[in-house]
């Protein structure tokens, strides 16, 4: 599972769609030396990093908001040494021993992966959203480009690649295909259907859904896919179940002149998390003998949030699957942890860390943490307060957009008095105080994860 999460987050702006750094590669036999014939790789700077990822913000420089997350420069004269030869930062591609760009290896180089949107070419994996995030996809020629220079060696000089394909502008249309619904007696499905997202904006939603199971169920998996452009989507459940929005009510987080629905967003207040990805497909499994209890009648908050950056209208689309076991394999009862720091003031152009600790009324045996933070998050630790482990380290992310999720072999046991404590490193480049908030250009600092008793 990675990237739990339930915000708004900003969408760190093609962040994803490298995640890369460099070293140096072996040169191709086929190279061409004539002085006179572009570097392939000076093109791919030229008529592609330059105008579409090394912009201000982005990865023009160590100095943008989100250079923390992603660690990478693809501005002229630093792109190609952070790009070949060099682990990703998304822990699923290292772990699958990708680089961000592996010569002669295209399909174990993670740029390729994060430009290529049809999941056959790589088994289906998934290593975060594919990029660039809400903007036009790039033009095949492009993306072919970039793939005959990889399998050629990847090398900084010389052509290996037609340069014709970079004036091809068609683009790969791509069917999506929703998760299919679970076989009878195996689990439930809940989806947002498809919905509108009008050009060069972000559009949040809520739809009260419900799960359909007439009595107490056993989750001990569950598994999202949303279309591409999502920036995340989180299934809740309600603190007080007296108040509920009417079922299969779209409900917008801003209205049309781009001013908060007060309405849903107060609504919000009710939620508690339950499960939910920002990659944009994810299967979680929870550890053996644990599962979640869904009570007889639920129904849950679905939330989607999608930001266009194109000229046209986009589409989403949303589907969450829980998978259920028999009662009598279940030995714990999983509970959510939604632990937040809403009193947050961070100064304009300051670097500070904040901290809250959170202390537990009884026992508590943690399984799992992530976090969530927007755009100017750099760091989220999380420490244990109190006992003898009193400020150990048990959680680091400096990935504000797809942090990870650690699930502990052994839980991590707490006593009654005893806690966390979320201590966040945040870098306010902008030139007013970014406080707590619902939107994109708010910040948050959240635990979230799963615990029992």
């Known amino acids: 599972m990675k990237s739990l999460t339930f915000t708004r987050l900003t969408f760190g ?7 890369l750094n460099g070293s140096a590669c072996t040169k191709s036999g086929n190279e061409s030396t004539d002085p006179t014939v572009t570097a392939s790789f000076d093109l791919i700077q030229q008529k592609i990093l330059t105008p579409s990822c090394a912009s201000s913000g982005c990865h023009a ?105 970079l004036d091809d502008k068609t683009t790969a249309i791509t069917t999506y295909e929703p998760l299919s619904v679970p076989a009878a007696g195996t689990g439930f499905q809940l989806a947002i259907p498809a919905f509108a997202i009008q050009s060069n904006v972000e559009r949040e939603l809520f739809m ?61 207040a009710n939620h508690v998390y339950l499960a939910g990805s920002q990659a944009q497909y994810q299967d979680y499994t929870f550890p053996e003998g644990t599962a979640l209890l869904i009570p007889a009648g639920t129904s849950l908050d679905l939330n989607s949030h999608y930001v266009n950056k194109t000229n046209g209208v986009m589409q989403g689309e949303a589907q969450i699957n829980l998978y259920t076991v028999d009662k009598s394999k279940v030995q714990q009862v999983v509970k959510t942890l939604d632990l937040n720091n809403s009193n947050l003031a ?8 904040l901290t809250k600790s959170f202390v537990f009324d009884k026992p508590r045996k943690v399984l799992t943490l992530t976090s969530h933070m927007h755009k100017l998050g750099e760091k989220f630790v999380i420490k244990i307060k109190g006992g003898s482990r009193d400020g150990e380290i048990v959680y680091t992310s400096t990935d504000w957009e797809h942090p990870d999720i650690v699930t502990f072999r052994s839980p991590i046991l707490l006593q009654k008095g005893e806690g966390l404590t979320s201590e966040i490193t945040y870098n306010n480049t902008t030139s007013k105080t970014v406080n707590f908030g619902l939107t994109s250009e708010d910040e948050m600092g959240i635990i979230f994860g799963y615990y029992y008793e």
């Open 13 to 19: 702006i093609f962040a994803g769609w490298l995640l």
């Open 61 to 165: 420089s160590e100095k943008d908001a989100s250079f923390a997350q992603h660690g990478l420069v693809l501005a002229e004269g630093f792109a190609y040494q952070n790009l070949v030869g060099v682990d990703p930062k998304n822990s699923a591609a290292k772990a699958d021993g990708l680089k961000r760009v592996k010569a002669f290896a295209s399909l174990e180089s993670l740029l390729y992966h994060k430009l290529t949107v049809t999941a056959s070419h790589h088994t289906g994996k998934q290593y975060g959203n594919p990029m660039p995030l809400g903007g036009q996809l790039l033009p095949d020629g492009q993306i072919e480009f970039i793939r005959r220079w990889i399998d050629a060696g990847a090398p900084k000089t010389g052509s290996v690649a037609d340069a014709a394909l």
């Open 208 to 268: 009260r859904r419900s799960v359909g199971n007439t009595e107490a169920i056993y989750v001990n998996r569950y598994e999202t896919k949303m279309r591409s452009g999502s920036h995340h989507f989180v299934a809740y459940s309600f603190r007080d179940t007296n108040f509920l929005p009417n079922l299969n009510d779209v409900r917008d987080l801003h209205n049309a002149d781009k001013s908060l629905n007060l309405t849903t967003a107060l609504a919000m």
């Open 346 to 353: 961070i100064p304009a152009n300051k670097r500070v860390t």
